[in-house]
């Protein structure tokens, strides 16, 4: 599978429908050059624009002397770089008329808000997998076969060593007790390809309720009753005003500041990385600050005008400012798959 986007995701910044294909083919030219049979070796680049430098690709907006322009771009997202190497070969400044973008966004790693314990509890609230002393954050409640259940990250609901089932809210990192808070045991996920060349499209999973009264529908917003979640699901625009509710940084506003993204996502550590390869990812860079941070995984992302749900947070690098999300139609058509039955966003 390629990444790949919908036109009218980015149909404003086009002069016609053709420039449409000029730009998907300098995109799949990129990816194909980068990232296809990409093997994941932190060690193996001698020069900047060796392709394990790169771990990124996306459509963004042209950028002229720090000036956005309402015209599309490519951007490649590097963990180094500099404009004073000499004696080695150079990005590519554009490719078939299409400009492309350097970004320096570092390590992107799976990722005062709301840490406490609520009963029933709301999206936007700290939950984790009671196997581990950490925290992240429920997305919303969803319905599957009948049954109100809830939404995450696989990251966050899911032990790696498959030891404890158990779902904590608040997480242990935050004062929650094992087996006092257990609101949920894990349900369908879609599992995280990290083989070489494997491409993942969501960081997603479901939590079953022990009892469908502990969860109610909504997000907050940090006021006494949740946010309503509007409908229908939406795709993701460039430049759409989003926000989230995260356990770690609360209510933050934003914007997708590129679609289409291609990025490869640490689960692991610095010194011992463990590489995820995703495609058709959305970025978003906050309004003021970092939209998100670490424990943020699992913030399900609405649009600012009608709360309707964009996309599932699940990783970031705050310090480069920028955050990450799985388009939520895609999450929920995957955890449709592993589920046997649909799932949908509980309103």
Do not use: W
């Not at 999206?123 to 002393?133: L, P």
């Not at 032990?159 to 808070?181: E, H, S, T």
């Not at 939406?234 to 914007?255: E, F």
């Not at 943020?296 to 400012?321: E, H, I, R």
């Amino acid at each position: 599978m390629r990444p790949d986007l919908e036109i009218d995701q980015i149909h404003h910044l086009l002069q016609d429908d053709t420039e449409f294909d000029t730009l998907m083919a300098a995109y799949h030219e990129l990816y194909e050059m980068y990232f296809l049979d990409q093997v994941h070796d932190y060690d193996a680049f001698d020069d900047i624009t060796h392709p394990q430098n790169v771990t990124g690709l996306a459509i963004t907006h042209h950028n002229i002397n720090g000036s956005e322009v309402n015209r599309p771009a490519l951007s490649l997202r590097v963990r180094e770089y500099t404009n004073e190497i000499t004696g080695r070969p150079s990005f590519p400044s554009e490719i078939s008329s299409i400009p492309v973008h350097i970004r320096v966004i570092g390590d992107v790693r799976a990722g005062a808000g709301y840490r406490t314990r609520q009963r029933p509890v709301p999206g936007g609230f700290s939950i984790h997998n009671s196997g581990a002393n950490a925290a992240g954050t429920l997305a919303c409640t969803i319905k599957y076969n009948g049954n109100r259940a809830l939404l995450s990250n696989n990251h966050v609901f899911v032990d790696p060593a498959g030891v404890n089932v158990n779902i904590c809210q608040p997480g242990r990192l935050d004062g929650g007790a094992v087996p006092a808070d257990n609101i949920a045991t894990v349900g369908p996920v879609v599992a995280i390809n990290f083989g070489a060349g494997a491409n993942n499209q969501v960081d997603a999973a479901i939590g079953n309720l022990g009892n469908a009264a502990n969860a109610i529908p909504g997000v907050t917003r940090g006021g006494k009753d949740p946010k309503k979640i509007g409908t229908p699901n939406l795709a993701p625009r460039l430049k759409q005003s989003v926000q989230k509710s995260g356990r770690t940084t609360g209510t933050t506003r934003g914007s997708i500041s590129a679609a289409a993204v291609v990025q490869n996502v640490n689960y692991g550590t610095a010194a011992a990385p463990r590489i995820a390869h995703f495609i058709n990812q959305i970025e978003i860079t906050g309004t003021s600050g970092a939209f998100g941070a670490a424990g943020d995984s699992g913030s399900l992302v609405t649009d600012q005008v009608k709360n309707q749900p964009v996309g599932l947070y699940f990783a970031d690098n705050a310090a480069a400012g920028v955050s990450f999300a799985n388009p939520i139609t895609t999450v929920l058509t995957e955890l449709t798959t592993a589920a046997g039955h649909a799932v949908t966003i509980e309103i």
